[in-house]
């Protein structure tokens, strides 16, 4: 079905709308897979639901101080738009400008519906057609729509609800509580007293930012992460664009820092003993002898177990060493009138407290699915390639890299994407399911994300599809192989069974 003249963001969604695709979330996944499809398959109408009143995902939601990426520019950014900034590890706003710019100069902006969350969606093999219910924020109404192929990138955790450990007596607590997926505007910290509780990188990127204008800040952990810093620009990135067009320079240093990626991960898994050293040995010099690395920043797990904070331009060490930063580890006991008392008897005063504690992730973006009116439970279920599922058709997830930039596999599965609509389209086809052999459904298991046993995953691996030992049932988050997958000949794949729809629309 042709698309007519595109309809603004504000225009409200009829009941009878139809696309060939409709992606959901247009964040940086989403924007991306817009463009891709834009571009790969023109002949395809399509549609983006946005949950909130904005674009941007992550990169508008979060507006605390600082807000950065810990991944470069270089990958993180889209394959096919250059990444023109100095900086390559850049601050929220620049990030989210580079989104909304890649949206409007490729005409995406003019396809997505703010204020549109998907409720439900149930696949009829009859039709090859998935039925949506969405909710129109505006007049909290649910209405219907229909698309061929439903493509899901809406993130991996709750926009709405954090992760909320329950600290005791906290309502004793007389100052300020805040959370930084909800920061207030124009919050008053000058010349304040702050805690930040937690070790992750929104902790370790607050401390460095209020550090500039409270009266003192305070980390307080459970336990230490490991940190990596870097220069926040890239002089290689910065000198190729002297001497080179823009694009070659971009896809010169997107090479050259997806491998550096490569290496330092897979040195650092298959060396853990020497990158801990060299890990920690940097920390001394930036710290200086007489600072206790081994209590706060020594973990009790390998290098690469779980994500390494990156630290640009030694904000972190500078906050420290100049005094308007501390570092404590220990447990809470409790909240006080005035601040938090721990375990081992201090007590942190505090005005404010910030609760950087994590994420609470959320599958499919807390949609329900149904095929042929029988309920979808992932988790019973086994992964093709990490993005679609046994016996689901037509339907992607978007997830990125645990261990090297969200938006390389975020492009890899675009790509995919577009061949097999284009594949579809070329031999009359309606419907694509990965469908797991006989022969394979005793296959040893593990989890979706497996050898990664960081705290927000955890939480939420038994909600996931299953991975078996073998491709294409796998989720390897590796790039290099990913790559070669992915790229496979769609005709070849004898994963995927191809029909037509059983009755025709």
């Known amino acids: 079905m042709s698309e007519s003249s595109p309809q603004r963001p504000d225009q409200a969604v009829t009941s009878t709308e139809h696309r060939d695709v409709i992606i959901v979330g247009a964040g940086l996944s989403g924007i991306g897979a817009a463009c891709h499809l834009a571009d790969k ?38 394959s096919f738009k250059p990444w023109e900034g100095a900086k390559a590890i850049a601050d929220g706003p620049s990030i989210l400008n580079y989104v909304r710019e890649t949206a409007v100069e490729s005409g995406v902006d003019q396809h997505i519906r703010y204020g549109h969350r998907l409720v439900s969606a149930s696949w009829s093999s009859e039709q090859s057609i998935w039925t949506l219910a969405v909710r129109q924020s505006d007049s909290d109404q649910t209405v219907q729509m ?14 709405e609800t954090p992760h909320n450990p329950k600290f005791p007596e906290v309502d004793s607590f007389k100052g300020q509580v805040i959370r930084p997926q ?44 490991y940190v990596l810093s870097r220069p926040s620009e890239d002089w290689f990135a910065n000198g190729l664009r002297k001497i080179l067009p823009s694009a070659w320079a971009y896809g010169v240093t997107r090479f050259r820092n997806t491998l550096f990626q490569e290496f330092l991960f897979k040195q650092a898994r298959k060396y853990p003993a020497m990158a801990k050293r060299l890990l920690i040995r940097q920390l001394r010099k930036q710290l200086g002898k007489d600072y206790d690395v081994e209590k706060h920043f020594t973990p009790n797990y390998n290098p690469w177990d779980q994500r390494l904070c990156l ?39 505090a005005d404010i407290v910030v609760s950087a504690t994590g994420l609470e992730l959320e599958v499919m973006g807390g949609a329900t699915f149904s095929v042929d009116g029988q309920a979808v439970d992932f988790a019973k279920l086994t992964t093709y390639k990490g993005f679609m599922v046994s016996d689901v058709p037509n339907m992607v997830s978007t997830f990125g890299y645990v261990n090297a930039s969200w938006t390389l596999r975020a492009d890899l599965i675009s790509e995919w994407v577009c061949r097999t609509l284009n594949h579809m389209r070329q031999t009359e086809t309606s419907k694509v399911v990965p469908v797991l052999p006989e022969s394979l459904k005793d296959m040893p298991t593990k989890d979706w994300i ?28 590796d790039f290099r192989s990913e790559r070669a997958l992915f790229r496979l000949p769609i005709e070849s794949d004898k994963a995927l069974y191809f029909s037509a729809a059983e009755k025709s629309t």
């Open 41 to 78: 398959c023109p002949d395809r109408s399509y549609l983006l639901l946005e949950s909130r009143k904005a674009m941007g995902g992550t990169w508008d939601l979060f507006r605390y101080p600082g807000i950065r990426s810990d991944s470069d520019m270089h990958t993180l950014g889209y």
């Open 146 to 159: 229909t698309c061929n192929f439903l493509y899901m990138c809406s993130g991996y955790y709750s926009y």
């Open 182 to 225: 909800f920061w207030p505007d124009n919050l008053d910290y000058q010349d304040k007293t702050v805690v930040i509780i937690g070790s992750g990188a929104t902790a370790m990127t607050l401390v460095p930012a209020m550090a500039k204008k409270a009266k003192q800040v305070t980390m307080l952990q459970r336990s230490p992460t």
């Open 311 to 349: 630290v640009p331009d030694d904000d972190l060490f500078k906050a420290i060493s100049s005094g308007s930063a501390t570092v404590v580890t220990d447990h809470i006991q409790r909240f006080t009138e005035a601040g938090i008392e721990l375990k081992s008897g201090q007590h942190l005063q």
């Open 450 to 477: 497996a050898d990664f046993p960081a705290g927000y995953l955890k939480r939420a691996m038994h909600l996931q599809p299953k991975q078996g030992n073998q491709a294409p049932w796998v989720n390897s988050q």
